[in-house]
């Protein structure tokens, strides 16, 4: 029955607090309160709490889209992981297309030219594909797990505290709000009080109605001294709160820190995943440059020059740029050529489309004259046939003796 006692006391007591809030809340919302203002040192930390966590919200958002694209796949993650689950292997993108090119490459025959190109593209695109998949690991070890920890652990201790010092505000200024008219009630009494009715029966009456007036009055009058206690607790625990809820939110420049060293994670995991990816590209190219005749890996339809990958500096280094020179395919014959003033018979391995009026069609099997012209790029010679002229490149043509 005791029990029973407190807990109706309890749920009284607590309804009659958040009455209390929700009238001061309202009257001050309507301009009928005073309000007691933050020191502009915890504003200023308040507004860059909020800050930090709507950015670090949609930092992680967009992350987690750039490294998982699919809703689908992002939804299923979410849920393992709400479960305390390992989520199943999934075979990415870069993984499943190569696998569709060595099936293909296997189909149409390993010792065909196709065939063999695409097996190697392929396992290219698997290597591509693990590298994808360390990319995402890494990248949600060290970046998106700590932002998450800070909006659901952090960020959530600081609302909370906040919350708490909304409160304690609240019940300081309701506790001044009492106050304040009870002192009024103690002036309007003494000044009832003070007068000293005279008269016929009338003026009595009137006089007995102020006199229950003023010791109504009296009840609030014999709460000042209870208001002021009240002022003096809830104003310590105001000022406690205010002190605590400060001291969480400096902590969000040493947040600022902490995501600042795994924003540079972010940054390393990408740049290795990215360097990874352009040497695998890079020893594909070589290898096709080296399996492969030029006809088979161009567009006939390119541009004068043949197109060679630019370095990453910084990441793959110089090294990476010297082993490009293996993907212009020459002979000495036409070293010699070029550096000579005089023509050569040359026959044409290849038919080739001219892309302009600059260079010259070729036929496969045909031969023509070519020769060299000071300043002209090192992967093309000039090419005549009767009075045809123009521009044929070297890898499409063999000298003959």
Request: glycine share 6%.
């Amino acid at each position: 029955m005791n029990i029973m006692d407190f807990n109706v006391k309890k749920l009284a007591a607590d309804a009659g607090t958040f009455l209390s809030r929700a009238v001061q809340f309202t009257e001050e919302k309507l301009g009928q309160a005073e309000k007691t203002e933050l020191d502009a040192h915890l504003e200023n930390l308040l507004s860059k709490a909020e800050c930090t966590k709507i950015w670090t919200e949609k930092i992680m958002k967009q992350t987690e889209v750039l490294l998982q694209p699919n809703p689908n796949a992002r939804i299923e993650e979410f849920v393992y992981e709400k479960l305390d689950r390992k989520a199943p292997s999934r075979v990415n993108n870069p993984e499943l297309l190569g696998q569709y090119m060595i099936d293909a490459g296997t189909e149409f025959g390993p010792g065909t030219a196709y065939g063999n190109a695409l097996i190697k593209c392929g396992e290219t695109q698997k290597r591509i594909g693990t590298a994808d998949r360390e990319l995402i690991q890494t990248s949600a070890l060290n970046f998106l797990t700590p932002l998450r920890n800070f909006i659901e652990g952090d960020y959530k201790t600081i609302a909370k505290e906040r919350k708490l010092l909304q409160n304690k505000r609240l019940d300081l200024d309701a506790a001044k709000t009492r106050l304040k008219k009870a002192k009024t009630a103690e002036a309007k009494s003494s000044q009832l009080n003070s007068a000293r009715p005279e008269g016929d029966n009338m003026v009595n009456f009137f006089y007995m109605l102020n006199f229950l007036h003023v010791k109504w009055l009296k009840i609030w009058a014999e709460e000042v001294t209870k208001s002021e206690q009240e002022v003096r607790i809830t104003q310590s625990e105001f000022d406690r709160q205010a002190e605590i809820t400060r001291l969480l939110l400096e902590g969000i420049s040493s947040t600022h820190a902490h995501h600042l060293r795994c924003l540079n994670d972010f940054v390393e995991a990408q740049m290795t995943y990215y360097a990874q990816c352009y040497q695998y590209m890079l020893d594909l190219q070589k290898q096709l440059g080296s399996s492969f005749p030029s006809s088979y890996l161009c567009n006939n339809n390119h541009n004068a020059g043949t197109p060679v990958p630019s370095a990453l500096p910084n990441v793959i280094g110089s090294s990476a740029m010297a082993s490009t020179s293996g993907l212009v395919i020459s002979s000495p014959n036409i070293s010699d050529l070029k550096e000579s003033s005089g023509s050569r018979k040359a026959r044409v391995l290849y038919d080739y489309d001219a892309a302009n009026s600059t260079e010259l069609s070729l036929l496969a099997d045909e031969v023509i004259t070519v020769f060299s012209i000071i300043g002209m790029d090192s992967d093309w010679l000039m090419g005549e046939r009767g009075n045809q002229k123009g521009k044929v490149p070297i890898t499409y043509l063999e000298l003959l003796n």
